[in-house]
């Protein structure tokens, strides 16, 4: 499925029901930075993402360091956002929920 | 076990054995970029990594994007790369072998 970019107004409307999500300066991407317990509870949490990545076939840029993961999400085919990257952002606060 | 940090010729003898690392422009770190053939064998590496990590209690700085994990490892507490972080190097190692 062909995913479009949405506009500024429309990201700004979907980032409104999301806890800590951004959309970074030059609006091509949106972003968060998670916090964990420890390291172990961190990639657990990156373990059941990846999971959500592949079913999607939409993958995270993200960096860890600890209990701490910063994830960038877009859509480099549609260069910025799309609905696909909001999909992959839910599924992220689900895992963070339960680690 | 308390780690002492290394001088610039222990690590850049520790080093010259392993593959595509080198030591960072401040000499703080150790650093390697790692590529795989998707995503699903990078996170696999990782998975296996993260193993490795709990058991040194040592733990990396690192990014990835699809293929793509770079990784930065340091001693925080000893303000450094010490003999830890050669473990964990050459665990990754190990690991990016059978990935």
Known sequence: MKHEKLSTEAITSSLAV???????????????????????????????????????????????VYNRVDVRLTTHSAGGVTALDFRLAEAMEKAARIH
Chains 1, 2 share one sequence.
């Open 18 to 64: 999301l806890e800590g999500w951004k959309l970074e300066d030059d609006g091509l991407a949106i972003a968060k930075s998670f916090k964990f317990k420890n390291f172990g509870a961190a990639f657990a949490f990156m373990t059941e993402v990846a999971q959500a990545a592949e079913r999607l076939d939409h993958h995270p840029e993200w960096f860890n």
